[in-house]
């Protein structure tokens, strides 16, 4: 099937670009003997994830209990790192059924997590790999090394619950002095933390600068995205996720309308120093500016084109930041040259609890 | 089944605002001689467009043509307008077909779709409505009135095609001297409009202050919104729509962290002249600044709180833009004084084609 035959608007993912990224990030960390747990929030796709296994992944991160279930349920189920908080009663009897199927770790930053953990797998005669989330980049995580040091003291002294070490998001070569500090209190408290888990694609190849990291959380780095361009990280080629759209409307000479919107990239916004704010990269039309979009208009400036889109002219567009975009679609069509090799679904869309 | 057994992150509609809003919306229309065409790209449900027609609505409005397919297969099929332009073989093929299930009626802003609807349905042995979209809001539609003259003129001469009239979208007040112009352009050529079609929910109220208007799309008074919230349209009871939310970490004094991100609120932004940007009001603590987000995490700025949110607390966040959260969503809660009286599909979620 060529990929002129599918309708639009349609989520693509590009073969050789996604191929080269999973090769190239896998053999940066394999290099360096760090391993990578890819983050699955950003495909949720089983078909990648088993990719990434393939290529030599330690295990996946999934975000939520949700996504950990939809992998482990489809065979990637090896080792499962869940950096979230879990608590409630709904949600504990779930990660307490979910030890039984795979090597899980969850994170905590405080004592009500852990405790919770505790009591639960517990009761249902069970246990889970616990490691605290250091802090610092204004969301979840301990703030300094004494608390983290406490933390781990409890969750070493309760039943139902193994210390694995830590976790820090994101996992940049600046973080290095805070997460020696915190394993200090580990070390004088004697400790252990098999597993020092750094995380994001911004800052994977700055890993090895790090050589407390046992391994490495990326999940972007399999299709990039508009922030992935503007790093350097990934060329267009290597940005592999895509919007194809049509333009369907023309309404004056420098305005050209998509028929994808918020609802096929995300609202999510890039912002460009020089261009403003930004939804995303038109690929054929790299001078245009993709300034706004509702739910089912993507409003595109077109006046410095030459040539400009015409009414019914077909685009691929990069969105701005991967992982939302995936959200948005059921199904991706993987394209390989400009044919569609398949059409995978988007297994674990929309597992939020 | 009370409201504290649902787990969080959760969509849920309060059924006493949702059908306040539904009365006082259509109660206005009604006493105005107003048509109102609801637009069920914001709750997407099969349950709620039902609710409205039964409170007479006139039709409904779908933005694409899949939302249409989903909306008459579940018995909404009296009368439905796509204000869109739909081209390609895939859909025109498709929108021949739902010309047979329900009165039909699209936008076209250029010669082109107006041709290519034409043929198809010609070739199918149906015919279509049409309606030229009017612009000015930076968005589609022809922006001079003889460009509308032009275009209702092609329409009213080809085969397979029913000139219906016009639609512009917003229609505040100022819009009509552009409304009248491009009327004049229709009885200057003879041409009939029995649709005059204005829309958007801010605008609903100066509906009546457009005498031309036969007719008035809106999505969001089912619901409300942040954006609702400050035009003071819809109080914080009638700002139906809301994400069951609870506290997983309070890493420092000032920051709490919920379970619900931008893959439970969408990633729509909503900038205050005061507190910046937000990405949602949380009801249980109006002092709270939900100041970021990423796609689990969601971020607030606790400082102005008394007393702050704790860990476990649940909490109900009214979202910036209704539409892309109903679409996060599979599934909403329809809750009344606290109790879940039904879950109820989003049937049309991911309908981007």
């Excluded at 990280?233 to 305005?255: E, I, K």
């Amino acid at each position: 099937m060529h990929i002129e035959e599918l309708d639009t608007p349609h989520l693509l993912v590009e073969l050789n670009g996604l191929e080269d990224n999973l090769d190239r990030y896998q053999d940066y960390f394999s290099k360096h003997g760090i391993g990578l747990r890819p983050h699955i929030k950003t495909h949720k796709s089983l078909t990648i994830a088993h990719m990434q296994m393939r290529r030599g992944a330690i295990g996946i991160t999934c975000q939520k209990l949700g996504e950990a279930e939809v992998m482990v349920a489809g065979g990637v189920d090896r080792d499962v790192l869940i950096p979230f908080n879990i608590m409630g009663r709904a949600k504990l009897e779930r990660l307490t059924a979910l030890t039984r199927r795979t090597t899980l770790t969850v994170a905590a930053d405080s004592k009500i997590t852990i405790r919770g953990l505790s009591e639960a797998t517990t009761a249902a005669g069970v246990s889970v790999g616990v490691v605290i989330e250091l802090g610092g980049a204004g969301r979840c995580g301990v703030e300094t090394a004494q608390l983290a040091g406490e933390l781990a003291t409890l969750a070493d002294s309760l039943p139902g619950v193994e210390l694995r070490g830590v976790m820090i998001m994101p996992a940049p070569p600046e973080i290095r002095p805070f997460l020696q500090e915190c394993l200090a209190q580990f070390d004088a408290k004697g400790l252990p933390y098999p597993m020092v888990s750094g995380g994001s694609t911004p800052a994977a190849f700055t890993a090895h600068e790090i050589p407390e990291l046992t391994e490495f959380r990326a999940g972007e780095y399999p299709v990039g995205g508009m922030k992935h361009l503007q790093l350097q990280t990934h060329t267009v080629a290597q940005c592999a996720v895509r919007v194809l759209m049509t333009c369907v409307s023309r309404p004056t000479a420098n305005r050209a309308i998509f028929d994808g919107g918020s609802k096929s990239l995300s609202a999510a916004l890039f912002a460009d120093e020089e261009r403003g704010s930004l939804m995303g990269h038109i690929i054929e039309f790299p001078e245009a500016r993709f300034s706004d979009a509702s739910e089912e208009h993507g409003q595109v400036d077109v006046s410095r084109c030459d040539p400009q889109p015409k009414i019914g002219d077909r685009v691929q567009v990069i969105p701005v930041h991967p992982c939302p975009t995936f959200n948005e679609h059921d199904v991706f069509a993987a394209i390989r040259d400009d044919r569609v090799e398949a059409l995978w679904p988007v297994h674990a869309r929309g597992a939020i609890r």
